[in-house]
């Protein structure tokens, strides 16, 4: 996936590009997976943070073709402690409703060697500029990010609804991110802490000998 067809807009910009849907009768299955990337995979690097501050949900289309979205984590100033995931099924391309759910089978729902806690709420309101969207949420927390490291944020899909190369190389599924973590200071800033720290000590080590000597004679 690449920048192009990733969702670097904002939540509320792509609001009025979706119609709608009609009550659906059934549901189809989405599970998250949130890990270190796998470099056998193809894929292409989203740089966040510079772009999209914290807290903000942005959203792209999926699964694309190779399954997984290669995310960098640069330009945000943050180790990410937290992140939240989004179903959109009031915006999506699909007639069908979708939820997210176990679907490799492993007994629970989520899966991350970056997190150890994952919660899930099917039933979540989120809220943009005053209106109101069913979204599913699921929350991945109890681990980090680090600052300028890569990351793997996929969807595995029951019915799987990725699209051939031929056909595109997004799926139909909208799904929504944002993040928020723990300031990384800049290394000149540790530095200048570092002098500050020095010429203090430093500092108090002369007039200790001053007064030393002053006593002295």
Do not use: C
């Not at 910009?13 to 997976?33: D, G, N, Q, R």
């Not at 999926?62 to 100033?77: H, K, M, V, Y």
């Not at 599913?136 to 969807?155: D, E, S, Y």
């Amino acid at each position: 996936m690449n920048t192009k067809n990733i969702g670097t807009l904002v939540f509320s910009t792509i609001v009025t590009s979706f119609l709608s849907l009609a009550p659906v009768a059934a549901a189809i299955l989405v599970e998250p997976v949130l890990t270190t990337p796998n470099p056998n995979l193809p894929s292409f690097d989203f740089e966040i943070g510079s772009v999209v501050p914290p807290r903000r949900v942005i959203v792209w289309p999926a699964p694309d073709i190779s399954g997984q979205e290669n995310f960098l984590n640069q330009g945000t100033g943050l180790d990410i402690t937290t992140m939240d995931l989004f179903l959109l099924p009031d915006l999506d391309k699909l007639d069908d409703d979708v939820i997210w759910a176990d679907v490799n089978l492993d007994g629970k729902i989520g899966v991350s060697n970056l997190f150890a806690n994952i919660e899930v709420d099917n039933n979540f309101i989120l809220e943009v500029s005053g209106k109101r969207y069913r979204a599913p949420r699921v929350t991945f927390t109890g681990g980090v990010i680090l600052l300028g490291t890569r990351f793997v944020a996929q969807t595995l899909t029951e019915p799987d609804l990725t699209v051939p190369p031929e056909v595109g190389n997004a799926g139909p599924l909208l799904v929504g991110g944002r993040y928020d973590g723990v300031p990384v200071p800049e290394p000149s800033t540790i530095f200048g802490l570092v002098s500050a720290l020095g010429f203090e000590v430093l500092f108090n080590k002369k007039s200790f000998g001053k007064m030393l000597r002053k006593r002295e004679s």
